[in-house]
């Protein structure tokens, strides 16, 4: 008898389907060695003919595992840190693990503790925080977490509950290169004040031109969108007292270049633009952006592989930054005279 068309498969539809006990086809769903595998392999053939799903919370309920990884994450639709999700939804699924994700629209105490009270009662087994502010970091430092948790940031504070792209070495690749087509004023379209990323970046351009003995500009302070870097650039432009700028993001990029080709200037010819992320779509700017690569991939990665470590009974461990890589497009050239 075939289960009911109205409803979902469930554990016992299986179990007659397969001629056994609900509780072997529990014992299966639950890799216990006492059952043969010629019935193992009966049950899962019939899990998969049904389409059956079990009931994850009753399974927490009956084997304390509840096999979900918890993500904390900023409200924010800003590549990188919805790209790092992504990433380790990846890796986590690859695993047999879930996510129960939850985002705070700020960043004040009570916000993410709120956040973390939901998280922990789902009866999560890790946690991953990607809300990269100053302020998260420093809430999340005065709470008692109790599973294993991993945060996505590069100031170092804390290297054994972190994991980062080396924000810092990014950004000095992209003033380097600039530099070595022979430009000598270089403008910095940064990212907000209170993200960590944005912060490190600042500091690898304002590191890059003082080690090249260059004149250095106070930094822009953006949003991570191209509406800013548009408006941003038609002030800029007005003056026009450089040659090349390394912005934030890929996203402010798009809208700095805009502002070049409205007010009739060629990029690369009169102005170089180097970006940050190479979202997708980077590659299909018009002229394609020179951008600092981050692997999210490799995040995601060493981010469920660190946590899953810790709970088969592992520590912590420091994390090398993982390294970022220059790709040149056509939106860098030498400096010409003007």
Do not use: K
């Not at 693990?97 to 705070?104: D, E, F, H, P």
């Amino acid at each position: 008898m075939e289960p009911q068309r109205n409803r979902a498969p469930n554990i016992r539809d299986v179990a007659r389907l397969a001629g056994v006990s609900y509780q072997t086809v529990s014992r299966v769903l639950n890799d216990s060695p006492s059952i043969r595998p010629a019935t193992r392999q009966r049950v899962l053939d019939v899990i998969d003919e049904v389409g059956y799903r079990p009931n994850q919370a009753a399974r927490a309920l009956v084997t304390s595992r509840s096999r979900t990884i918890g993500v904390l994450s900023s409200q924010s639709a800003h590549y990188g840190p919805t790209t790092s999700l992504h990433a380790i939804e990846a890796a986590a699924r690859e695993a047999g693990y879930r996510l129960s994700v939850t985002s705070i629209s700020t960043g004040d105490y009570a916000s993410i503790r709120s956040g973390l009270d939901y998280l922990l009662s789902q009866s999560i087994e890790a946690l991953v925080v990607i809300a990269p502010q100053v302020r998260v970091f420093d809430a999340i430092q005065e709470l008692s977490i109790s599973v294993p948790f991993i945060t996505l940031e590069s100031t170092g504070r804390d290297p054994g509950h972190s994991l980062s792209v080396d924000q810092t070495r990014g950004a000095r690749m992209a003033v380097r290169h600039l530099i070595g087509l022979g430009h000598t004023e270089i403008l910095h379209i940064s990212g907000p004040q209170d993200w960590i990323e944005a912060e490190a970046r600042m500091q690898g351009y304002l590191q890059e031109l003082g080690e090249a003995d260059l004149r250095t500009r106070s930094p822009i302070l953006g949003d991570w969108t191209a509406h800013f870097g548009y408006y941003a650039g038609l002030e800029l432009l007005r003056f026009r007292d450089f040659t090349a700028v390394f912005c934030g993001n890929d996203q402010m990029a798009l809208g700095f270049m805009h502002a070049c080709r409205e007010v009739g200037l060629s990029v690369p010819g009169d102005i170089s633009v180097v970006g940050f992320d190479d979202m997708p779509e980077a590659a299909h700017f018009l002229p394609p952006l020179t951008t600092i690569r981050q692997d999210f991939g490799e995040i995601g990665r060493r981010a469920v592989q660190q946590l899953l470590g810790e709970l088969q009974g592992g520590q912590p461990i420091a994390n090398e930054p993982i390294v970022p890589e220059l790709v040149i497009r056509s939106s860098t050239a030498r400096v010409t005279a003007r």
